[in-house]
């Protein structure tokens, strides 16, 4: 099996910055896509940001020019930084692995979630 765990999730005031990290482990043969999805009381969950094997990045509207997505392939690890900071940035981070665990052809990926992680941002 896969397991995805996430780390970093803190209490910040506005304007602060943090760095979210995810921790994929297992029986992993080959990760095509890394994301982070976020969701706050009352709202669904919203992609925040992902990053493809490739490098290939995506943003949510709401984010770009403030967030980053990165991963070490290598380490099986992708890592959200979070600058400016705003209010409504406060929720439950999550991380989301598109992973293949067989060596098969052609490669079948499924989708895995971690836990999530609180971000609160607030004076």
């Known amino acids: 099996q896969v397991q995805l765990v996430e780390s970093g999730g803190d209490l910040v005031q506005p304007g602060g910055s943090l760095r979210l990290s995810c921790a994929a482990s297992g029986s992993i043969f080959k990760i095509n896509q890394m994301a982070w999805f976020r969701q706050a009381p009352g709202k669904q969950r919203e992609l925040v940001a992902a990053?493809?094997?490739?490098?290939?990045?995506t943003f949510a509207d709401s984010v770009k020019g403030r967030f980053t997505i990165s991963s070490d392939n290598a380490k099986n690890k992708a890592y959200l930084q979070m600058n400016s900071l705003r209010p409504e940035d406060t929720a439950v981070y999550y991380c989301?692995?598109?992973?293949?665990?067989?060596?098969?052809?052609?490669?079948?990926?499924?989708?895995?979630w971690g836990q999530g992680t609180q971000v609160t941002v607030s004076s």
């Open positions: 990053i493809a094997s490739g490098g290939e990045t």
């Open positions: 989301f692995g598109l992973i293949a665990t067989m060596n098969q052809a052609p490669l079948k990926f499924s989708n895995y």
